[in-house]
């Protein structure tokens, strides 16, 4: 008795279906006992090949399925006219059959067993650790979740400690409506959490699946197995809900409510990843003499683009390159910098008379006048605050200043040890407010990307990635973020732009779209980068997410 089986698995003869097995013929597959050997082979069929049964597990034995029409048979091939039905030799002899085409079911069991191999792999080794980081991503953001509310819940009682009592109920009214975003913010992530662990599931299913099917010998599920890598290819986005946001007010007892601050709504929005190969969507050429150099770019959306360089005027094109409005400086003096606010009224900077200026209806009105100090960069933050870089009339202090209107609010210039923060020197210091409120300040005359928080913190410098192709020094001139805290800088003498993530930590160059001494940078309302070059006087459009 073979030992790989039990008593009750006596295997029989195949065809007298009562004596013990002693033979086995591969080309047939069938168990032959030895009074049966004789009679198998007296057909004369010269390919008949009897082993003894033992040796027979040497060579795995598939398991035919039976015809229909001839039940003593085994279907060992398919016809292709019939959609590979599947049939036995008496079968290809008949009328039904004549002149069809006919398939090896051996040869279309082993394609489809190596295809069912490569779908194990691809879902063990690919598809399935995707999910699990998508998982993991939605996981930690629930591990955080109560972390990030208490700090939110923190920051607005922190307000509310300088108000009177009779903003107590206030308070009270916005910490129930922050639980109840809280609840939403919960359900949404654990909607995600729970469709992804459901796809999980299904994968481990269909793992088991197959591993079943790769250890049966059984034809009939391994032919009938249609892949779900397609399926399970199609990776949803990476979800990121963003906490809300407590915005204070000035104090106004007669509308306490609304002036207290404001709970930003959730933003349930697809994390959008970095494009292999960024694209350059085009060229906007925006000089007109060979005598002046591009700066700064800003804007809102694409169809209104402002610039200026090296001239005392203000541009604003089109997509197209169009000339839609000029502005001239009246000082005579070419601009620092010029910004948007939330009206999409410009902003400008003018050393020459230490002001910050606003363009609204056509008509240039001053908005805030400096003395001892002088406006360098600037930029407006989504709470409509404007952050201005400026340097000491003795070009020995730099600080960042935070206005609400033109009410100074904030000025950051030293570190915890009272050491500044930035270098002293009227060498340009672009700035940019972070997503997570971080203040990020492209310091030029120090090489360095200077980061703080909100508070004026000191969070972290980044002097460049090494790199045996970017020779040259480090010299960030423009910066931006995008809508996932992600920030932008460019590296004006190696031609490229270096991408950051809200940590520091260095992600990739933008350096395949013809970059030519990019200088100022800006972010659309849809994530689209838009890069001046200081020489050519081009502005480039740059897709650079998925």
Same mark, same amino acid.
């Given at each position: ?115 069912? =191999? %490569?779908? !194990?792999? @691809? ?8 999910? *699990? #980081? /998508? ?14 509310? =208490? %700090?939110? !819940?923190? @920051? ?8 009177? *009592? #009779? /903003? ?15 609840? %939403? ?362």
């Amino acid at each position: 008795m073979d030992p790989h089986f039990s008593a009750h698995d006596v295997h029989r003869c195949d065809l007298c279906e009562t004596a013990i097995v002693h033979s086995y013929c591969y080309f047939c597959h069938v168990n032959l006992c030895k009074p049966c050997i004789l009679d198998h082979i007296l057909d004369e069929y010269d390919k008949h090949k009897i082993v003894p049964f033992k040796e027979r597990r040497s060579t795995v034995t598939l398991v035919y399925p039976k015809c229909r029409t001839h039940p003593q048979k085994n279907c060992n091939l398919l016809c292709k006219n019939c959609n590979n039905l599947f049939v036995c030799s008496s079968c290809t002899a008949s009328e039904q059959h004549r002149g069809h085409l006919f398939i090896d079911v051996t040869e279309v069991y082993k394609t489809k067993k190596n295809n069912i =191999e %490569k779908d !194990t792999q @691809e879902l063990e080794n690919l598809i399935s650790p995707e999910y *699990k #980081e /998508i998982a993991l991503d939605l996981e930690n953001q629930l591990a955080n979740l109560d972390g990030g509310y =208490e %700090k939110l !819940t923190t @920051e607005m009682c922190k307000q509310g400690e300088q108000w009177h *009592k #009779e /903003i107590d109920i206030v308070i009270n009214k916005m910490k129930t409506e922050i639980s109840e975003i809280k609840v %939403k913010h919960r359900n949404i992530l654990k909607k995600h959490s729970d469709e992804i662990k459901q796809i999980q599931s299904r994968i481990q299913q269909t793992l088991l699946a197959l591993t079943e099917i790769e250890k049966s010998t059984e034809v009939y599920p391994t032919i009938e197995y249609i892949s779900k890598i397609r399926e399970f290819s199609k990776l949803p986005s990476k979800v990121h809900v963003s906490l809300p946001t407590f915005i204070p007010k000035q104090i106004d007892r007669q509308n306490l409510y609304n002036w207290f601050g404001n709970i930003t709504p959730l933003t349930n929005t697809s994390v959008r990843e970095l494009l292999d190969e960024p694209e350059l969507v085009t060229t906007i050429q925006v000089r007109y003499h060979d005598d002046q150099y591009l700066r700064n770019v800003t804007c809102l959306h694409e169809d209104c683009i402002w610039t200026c360089g090296s001239t005392r005027n203000i541009k604003c094109f089109n997509i197209t390159g169009a000339l839609l409005q000029t502005i001239n400086n009246k000082s005579e003096q070419r601009p620092n910098d010029i910004a948007l606010d939330g009206d999409g009224n410009l902003l400008f900077c003018d050393g020459k008379s230490k002001t910050v200026n606003k363009v609204k209806n056509g008509k240039t009105e001053v908005l805030i006048r400096l003395q001892g100090w002088v406006p360098n960069n600037m930029c407006v933050n989504t709470t409509c605050d404007l952050l201005v870089t400026m340097y000491s009339d003795d070009t020995t202090q730099s600080k960042v200043v935070r206005y609400s209107r033109s009410t100074e609010k904030q000025t950051i210039q030293f570190d915890n040890e009272g050491k500044p923060l930035f270098s002293g020197d009227y060498d340009p210091k672009y700035i940019t407010e972070n997503r997570n409120h971080d203040i990020c300040v492209a310091d030029s005359k120090a090489c360095a990307v200077v980061v703080v928080n909100q508070d004026g913190e000191l969070r972290w410098r980044y002097t460049g990635h090494p790199s045996v192709t970017k020779t040259k020094l480090f010299i960030p001139r423009g910066i931006t973020t995008d809508s996932h805290c992600r920030i932008l800088t460019a590296d004006c003498y190696n031609n490229c732009l270096h991408i950051l993530d809200q940590n520091g930590q260095f992600l990739r160059y933008i350096e395949n779209s013809g970059l030519q001494y990019p200088w100022g940078l800006c972010v659309d309302n849809d994530d689209t980068l838009f890069v001046s070059e200081y020489l050519t006087g081009n502005v480039k459009k740059i897709k650079f997410l998925r």
